[in-house]
């Protein structure tokens, strides 16, 4: 203990005692030296995003297709065509329970958008979602087949025998709704640094394009606020329908409870349940507009490009609700070595189609991140609604005739020094000359030993202290015709000796008080001379 025997004693005391555990031997291991490696899965999409036909077109609900575009259109994709998600549903007697009409249609009927399904979908603690309302909705407005009071069911789980395979039940249709939700509320939006081997300080966010979608989802949004505010108790049939229909814009902003309760007729209970949901709507609606101009006042003195895209995004999620998705569109620094990068991924993966494939499948079983978005592609996939898995890699920086670190390595290869391995999944063909946008999925930072190791051991051992010999041994060759020693006969004295000791040492048990005083040895005592012995009488004269 750095010459201090007192420690030295205390210490071994304890462990002696095991009140201390004595220290792990490192010498056994060998440090191994290695190379970093981050692999980075992401989602890239087009600035002008191409729409899955099928889905509705209606100008005057847009808005959360107008607020996040490319995020849109890659759920479309993923959904699939909405005429093939068949909803089932059954008019119940409601004094007997009986059925008395069944209807079946397509989810095209709903002139919805995917990100309004995305949304409308999310129970939030809520039994019956307003995805389930706008579809009772529609049911409560087609014209009447029976003069018996009835109640709409949903039956989810119907599939029909008659049904072809690449037809939804509503049931499954809901089960990919919640798979897609769950991949995008645990992402987050894609920058400029997520695409770069250095980050860089600067901004290259598209601040126009940005701010030209918060301004017109907040002139939207004050305008349906100030069409539902003129209408009065005076109000007729054909103004209770525009009143419907109010209600239902300002759904699409995400306010609970703004799925029209009346869905047809103008009576005086139909009238009090829409000004009901009025005034309920009015109040949600004041909260969100205050919101929304606290954020339009920081906006008019700030200068820092950072802080204004932070405000933008929060501007847009005050409108939409805190678990809207925004991608902000920006120009990657390095386009070029990006699209070059791409380009080269079928070469830098030796050529096999099924390399990154693998790569993914296995980091999808312990990523989080990637594994919620496996789950899509498996929906997908299982469902036919026409969406692939498209995976591409990039790595940066970009070298001709690279190889990627995802695959095995070659015989003597160590992994190249200073690599960031993109995993990128594109719907669609991307210029990287113009702005980009995408989902950061996660990303997985790894160690790669090296194949082989220069090792060295150091052996620590006292040196022989400067004291007076304790004891000399004097040998005697075996064989006394032989003129000079031998190392083997030298090498076998020495052994039989060290034996000897051993043999002859007497244990403490037999010196009782003298073991702390003396050692002792064993000897042969013959005093009539028949063998070999030692004479301590003739030692001691």
């Given at each position: 203990?750095?010459?201090?025997?007192?420690?030295a004693?205390a210490?071994l005391e304890?462990i002696?005692?095991?009140?201390?555990?004595?220290?792990?031997l490192?010498v056994?291991?060998?440090?191994?030296t290695?190379?970093?490696?981050?692999?980075?899965?992401?989602?890239?999409?087009n600035?002008?995003p191409t729409m899955?036909?099928g889905?509705?077109?209606?100008k005057?609900?847009?808005?959360r297709?107008?607020?996040?575009?490319?995020l849109?259109?890659?759920v479309?994709r993923?959904?699939g065509?909405?005429?093939?998600?068949?909803?089932?549903?059954?008019a119940v007697?409601?004094?007997?329970?009986?059925?008395?009409?069944?209807?079946?249609f397509g989810?095209?009927?709903?002139?919805?958008?995917p990100?309004?399904?995305l949304?409308m979908?999310?129970?939030?603690?809520?039994?019956e979602?307003e995805?389930?309302?706008r579809?009772?909705?529609?049911l409560k407005r087609?014209?009447k087949?029976?003069t018996v009071q009835?109640?709409w069911?949903?039956?989810p789980?119907?599939?029909?025998p008659?049904?072809s395979?690449?037809?939804?039940s509503?049931g499954e249709?809901?089960?990919?709704?919640?798979?897609?939700?769950?991949l995008?509320?645990d992402?987050c939006a894609?920058?400029?640094?997520d695409v770069?081997?250095?980050a860089?300080n600067e901004?290259?966010?598209d601040l126009?394009?940005?701010?030209?979608?918060?301004?017109?989802?907040?002139e939207?949004?004050?305008?349906i606020?100030k069409?539902?505010?003129?209408?009065?108790?005076?109000?007729?049939a054909?103004?209770?329908?525009?009143?419907?229909?109010?209600l239902l814009?300002?759904?699409?902003?995400?306010?609970p409870g703004?799925i029209?309760k009346?869905a047809?007729?103008?009576d005086?209970?139909?009238k009090r349940?829409l000004?009901?949901?009025k005034a309920?709507?009015?109040r949600l609606?004041?909260?969100?507009i205050?919101?929304?101009?606290?954020?339009?006042d920081?906006l008019?003195?700030?200068n820092?490009?950072?802080?204004?895209?932070?405000?933008?995004?929060e501007g847009?999620?005050a409108?939409?609700?805190?678990?809207?998705?925004v991608?902000?569109?920006?120009?990657?620094?390095?386009?070029?070595e990006?699209?070059n990068?791409i380009a080269?991924?079928?070469?830098?993966?030796?050529?096999?189609?099924?390399a990154?494939?693998?790569?993914?499948?296995?980091a999808?079983r312990v990523?989080?991140g990637i594994?919620r978005?496996h789950?899509v592609?498996?929906?997908?996939?299982?469902?036919?609604?026409?969406?692939?898995?498209?995976l591409?890699?990039a790595?940066l920086?970009?070298l001709?005739?690279?190889?990627w670190?995802?695959?095995?390595l070659?015989s003597?290869?160590?992994?190249?020094?200073?690599?960031?391995?993109?995993?990128a999944?594109?719907?669609?063909n991307?210029?990287?000359?113009n702005?980009?946008?995408g989902l950061?999925?996660?990303e997985?930072?790894?160690?790669v030993?090296?194949a082989k190791e220069?090792t060295?051991i150091?052996y620590?051992y006292?040196?022989p202290n400067?004291v007076?010999?304790?004891?000399?041994?004097?040998?005697?060759p075996?064989?006394?015709?032989?003129?000079h020693?031998?190392?083997?006969?030298?090498?076998q004295v020495l052994?039989?000796?060290?034996d000897?000791?051993r043999i002859?040492?007497?244990g403490?048990?037999?010196l009782e008080?003298?073991s702390?005083f003396?050692p002792?040895l064993?000897?042969?005592?013959?005093?009539?001379n028949e063998?070999v012995?030692?004479?301590?009488?003739?030692?001691?004269?």
């Open positions: 203990m750095q010459g201090n025997p007192i420690r004693a210490s304890a002696g005692r095991g009140e201390t555990p004595p220290a792990e490192e056994v291991k060998t440090p191994r290695g190379r970093a490696v981050t692999h980075r899965e992401i989602v890239l999409f600035s002008t899955l036909a889905w509705s077109t209606i005057d609900v847009d808005f297709v107008n607020a996040e575009p490319r849109n259109a890659w479309g993923l959904f065509n909405p005429e093939k998600v068949r909803i089932v549903a059954d007697d409601h004094k007997n329970g009986a059925v008395v009409v069944s209807k079946e989810l095209d009927k709903l002139g919805l958008h990100l309004d399904i949304y979908s999310d129970t939030d603690g809520i039994a979602t995805f389930e309302q579809i009772l909705y529609y087609l014209p087949e029976t009835t109640n069911k949903i039956r789980d119907f599939r029909s008659d049904w395979g690449d037809l939804q509503f249709f809901l089960e990919l709704v919640r798979t897609v939700r769950r995008i509320n992402t894609l920058n400029q640094n770069t081997f250095c860089l901004s290259n966010i126009a394009e940005l701010g030209a979608r918060f301004t017109k989802a907040s939207a949004f004050i305008k606020k069409t539902l505010e003129k209408f009065k108790k005076t109000t007729d054909d103004e209770s329908e525009a009143m419907r229909y109010t814009q300002m759904a699409h902003f995400g306010i703004a029209p009346s047809q007729g103008n005086a209970a139909a349940l000004f009901e949901q309920t709507v009015l609606f004041a909260q969100k205050q919101a929304t101009n606290e954020i339009i920081k008019k003195n700030q820092n490009p950072n802080v204004k895209v932070k405000l933008l995004v847009l999620q409108l939409f609700g805190n678990q809207f998705l991608l902000p569109l920006f120009n990657s620094p390095n386009k070029a990006l699209a990068a080269a991924s079928s070469h830098i993966q030796d050529d096999d189609p099924l990154v494939v693998t790569w993914h499948q296995r999808s990523h989080d594994g978005l789950d592609f498996l929906y997908t996939e299982a469902l036919a609604t026409g969406e692939r898995m498209n591409h890699v790595q920086p970009f001709e005739n690279d190889r670190v995802g695959l095995p070659a003597e290869q160590n992994i190249p020094f200073g690599r960031l391995s993109l995993i999944h594109i719907p669609e991307i210029d990287f000359n702005a980009i946008a950061y999925i996660g997985i930072a790894d160690f030993p090296h220069t060295g150091v620590q006292d040196q400067s007076a010999p304790q004891a000399v041994l004097l040998a005697v075996p064989d006394m015709t032989v003129a020693w031998t190392e083997n006969t030298l090498e052994i039989e000796t060290l000897l000791a002859r040492a007497v403490p048990e037999a008080e003298l702390q003396l002792a064993h000897f042969a005592f013959n005093t009539d063998t012995s030692t004479d301590f009488v003739r030692a001691s004269s």
